[in-house]
């Protein structure tokens, strides 16, 4: 298993639904996560931090299966200033470093 | 407070040549980690730097190297530049250590191009 897959894209999706990204990790020492968000050209920014089996913010939610090595992204009712490109990133061991998924695109149209 | 700033914005250079790429973390943080994000790639691990020290070093050849400044500013020194070189290079600052979720927060990044 790679360190850190997530699903290709890019997900084209209308404005109003809901859009779930997996994510599967191999350091299973691992216990805290992180889902980013990058723009076209830009610098990524932290969009939501996976302590224990989830975590909520708004239209966001993110889910963590220890067992399975999974972490899910979900965003309902999607806007269009959600297009982004959406990271996984797991710290190594030691919290030195993060590793990071490749992102999965999302386009959200009118 | 100020966030993470990065210097130059762009950067051409050509075959053979060295560039420096400079990081300003921010305010209170010692903590600045390097990374590579070429074109189709996923954000690679460059070097990770903390009190002044190089504490970890990804998957790249010795000619990219760095240094952390009393004021915990970095430099990225890329020499012997190559065409595959060219991408966004990403600077990300970190707290203190130690801490429990190892947080980090990016630069505007230098678009490094090798013609």
């Known amino acids: 298993r790679k360190e850190v897959e997530q699903d290709p894209g890019p997900f084209n999706v209308p404005e109003g639904a809901t859009v779930a990204f997996n994510c599967t990790y191999s350091?299973?020492?691992?216990?805290?996560f992180f889902w980013y968000r990058q723009d076209c050209r830009k610098e990524p920014k932290l969009l939501m931090s996976v302590y224990s089996s989830g975590n909520e913010d708004g239209r966001f939610t993110a889910q963590l299966n220890r067992a399975s090595q999974y972490i899910s992204l979900l965003i309902r009712d999607s806007k269009l200033s959600d297009s982004a490109t959406y990271l996984c990133?797991?710290?190594?061991?030691?919290?030195?470093?993060?590793?990071f998924g490749k992102g999965t695109m999302l386009l959200v149209s009118p | 407070e100020a966030g993470v700033t990065q210097s130059p914005t762009h950067l051409i250079k050509t075959r053979g040549q060295q560039a420096t790429l400079r990081c300003s973390p921010i305010?209170?943080?010692?903590?600045v980690y390097w990374y590579q994000q070429a074109l189709g790639l996923g954000l690679q691990f460059l070097l990770w730097y903390d009190e002044g020290e190089e504490r970890n070093r990804g998957n790249f050849p010795p000619r990219f190297s760095g240094r952390q400044f009393p004021n915990y500013s970095s430099e990225l020194n890329v020499n012997a530049l190559e065409l595959e070189d060219s991408a966004l290079y990403l600077c990300?600052?970190?707290?203190?250590?130690?801490?429990?979720?190892?947080?980090?927060?990016f630069g505007p990044g230098t678009r490094l191009t090798v013609l």
């Open positions: 305010s209170g943080h010692t903590s």
């Open positions: 350091n299973s020492a691992s216990q805290s």
């Open positions: 990300a600052s970190g707290a203190p250590l130690p801490q429990d979720y190892n947080e980090q927060f």
């Open positions: 990133v797991v710290p190594n061991s030691g919290y030195s470093t993060l590793t």
